[in-house]
């Protein structure tokens, strides 16, 4: 690692920085209605996305700097172990045709902003609706860690901020810099911004992946020295070499699995999806979204070409950023660096907005402001933003990175609790809103008391998010486990309140709400008087 500020890199860096800033104070401007003082206009961009804009949106918001980063160093630590992130985005599309329109359709027609409020509206259950709520926040708050993370590491490389004896708060300035920025054109531009900055970091991405693919191996000798040299490695430390033992591909399922499951039940995937205007937007984002499997698979590749190219590191996360840094020349390692930190800025601010819709539709407005009018909603909401972000740099300052990976791994498997409620809601009245209480519960319980007991050499607790499966004896994915229980205890508990005939919540959706489309009659979001402040 250099020892001074590579100052090229630097400076391409900035350049792009300072670009996809400027484009996020514009965004206030793009597509603006003439009255932004709603959720709809700030929180979801007016739903008013097509095609592009929403496959770039959401491509931005599930393939971040946090995936740019760790995908890589997991496979440079573990090997082939690291590539489950690969068949789970591929798993997860299949999925998501099934459900995402569904989901789109009613929320248009209801105007829903959250899944708190679909869950709410169809259970007619505040209870399940703030237990949703409040499982997103805590979910996304270590994720939103962890993309300052990705820009924290990118820093580091380029020798920004100074050495370990720098003062605490010269070392760590630039990070707060690229806060300050992202909070404030957030707080101006809402959901616009991310969805134009989008187009920069995407694009940005695939040009650094497309060169990194062909330009690194050609200097390291081909892919067979690269795949050779990984697997001398991983045989001479007996962490199983380039492919996963017996007892790894039972944690390696399980973890694709459950990650597919959980990854459309974030937040921050939601407010992409109802950002788009029309269901169709939805069904042929499902179709050429696989695109990024196919650049995640190349990406994952740059663990083993960090191996083979001798990169050593201390810290994981830091392999790839140091691999660009000693293979590219340095204008094109800035511009690696600006995909990586670009790729922070855009999931991190639309997590954050996220976050705060969830806060003000299903917090705030149901158990604090009822009457809370859309402009208040608003406010708080940007508001909520703010200090979402904040939470997420306080963590970042204050905690080992370790601890921020091992979080979000805890918020996956909360994440996936929120998936009978949402999932089985969008086919099903069948489930009792109560049963659907009780199963969240017993698998966010078990799923948390779990995580806790998994030791790390770093971390005597929540140091993994893997451990053996009760009546089956192999090491597997908590989450997974912890879902099987949730769906189980919610079924058993449905029966035994439709034998008791305890009283269902009122479902204020029709069948036809969920095949309903922009352009059907008599579909139009069904928003409140500005005079009322109701909402559904």
């Known amino acids: 690692m250099n020892d001074g500020v590579n100052g090229v890199a630097l400076a391409v860096f900035i350049f792009f920085f300072v670009l996809v800033t400027a484009m996020g104070f514009l965004a206030a401007r793009w597509r603006r209605a003439a009255n932004d003082q709603s959720l709809d206009e700030w929180g979801l961009g007016g739903r008013s996305f097509g095609t592009w804009v929403t496959w770039f949106l959401l ?55 959250t899944t708190s409020d679909f869950v709410r509206g169809r259970f007619g259950s505040k209870g399940l609706s703030l237990a949703v709520a409040v499982t997103g926040i805590l979910a996304t708050m270590p994720y939103i860690a962890l993309q300052l993370v990705g820009i924290q590491a ?18 760590d300035l630039p990070l707060l810099i690229a806060f300050g920025v992202l909070a404030a054109y957030t707080y101006s531009s809402g959901l616009r911004a991310p969805a134009l900055i989008a187009f920069v970091k995407d694009t940005l991405i695939y040009i650094v992946i497309a060169v990194a693919i062909i330009y690194i191996p050609i200097k390291l000798g081909g892919f067979d020295d690269i795949f050779a040299a990984a697997g001398d490695k991983f045989s001479e430390s007996g962490k199983g070499g380039l492919v996963p033992d017996y007892g790894g591909q039972w944690t390696y399922a399980t973890l694709a699995l459950g990650s597919a499951l959980a990854l459309f039940m974030y937040p921050h995937s939601i407010t992409a999806t109802l950002s788009s205007r ?12 696989p695109l990024y499997s196919l650049m995640l698979g190349l990406l994952a590749l740059l663990g083993f070409m960090a191996i083979a190219a001798g990169v050593k590191v201390e810290n994981g996360q830091l392999a790839i950023p140091q691999l660009f840094e000693n293979m590219f020349p340095d ?23 996220a976050a705060a819709n969830l806060f003000t539709r299903n ?58 409620a949402l999932v089985g809601g969008l086919f099903t009245r069948w489930f009792h809103r109560w049963a659907l209480l009780g199963g969240w519960a017993v698998g966010m319980v078990y ?19 893997s451990e053996e499966i009760p009546g089956i004896g192999e090491i597997g994915y908590i989450g997974l486990t912890a879902f099987v229980l949730n769906v189980v205890v919610t079924v058993v508990l449905t029966f035994v309140m439709r034998a008791l005939k305890a009283p269902d919540g009122v479902d204020e959706t029709k069948p036809g709400d969920y095949t309903a489309d922009a352009g059907d009659p008599g579909v139009e979001v069904e928003l409140p008087p500005a005079t009322a402040g109701t909402s559904h």
């Open 363 to 420: 917090i705030y407005k149901d158990f604090i402001k009822p009457d809370a009018t859309p402009a208040q909603e608003t406010k708080v909401s940007k508001l909520t933003s703010l200090l979402v972000k904040v939470g997420a740099l306080v963590f970042v300052l204050g905690m080992d990175k370790t601890v921020a990976i091992n979080f979000q791994l805890l918020g996956g498997i909360w994440i996936l609790q929120t998936f009978p």
């Open 59 to 113: 491509g931005g918001d599930l393939y971040t700097a946090y995936t740019f980063v760790a995908v890589p160093a997991a496979i440079y630590a573990a090997g082939a172990a690291g590539f489950f992130a690969v068949p789970y985005t591929i798993l997860v599309y299949p999925l998501i045709f099934t459900f995402l329109p569904r989901l789109w359709s009613v929320s248009h027609k209801h105007g829903y902003v």
């Open 278 to 289: 029309s269901r169709e937007v939805i069904r042929r984002n499902t179709t050429i979204l």
């Open 154 to 171: 990118v820093l580091d490389v380029m020798g920004v901020g100074g050495g370990e004896d720098t003062n605490w708060f010269i070392k």
């Open 331 to 353: 204008w094109f390692a800035g511009v690696a660096f600006a995909a990586i930190g670009i790729g922070a800025l855009v999931p991190a601010a639309i997590m954050s907005i």
């Open 447 to 465: 799923g948390t008391v779990a995580a806790y007991g998994v030791a790390s050499p770093t971390q005597k607790h929540f140091g993994g998010s």
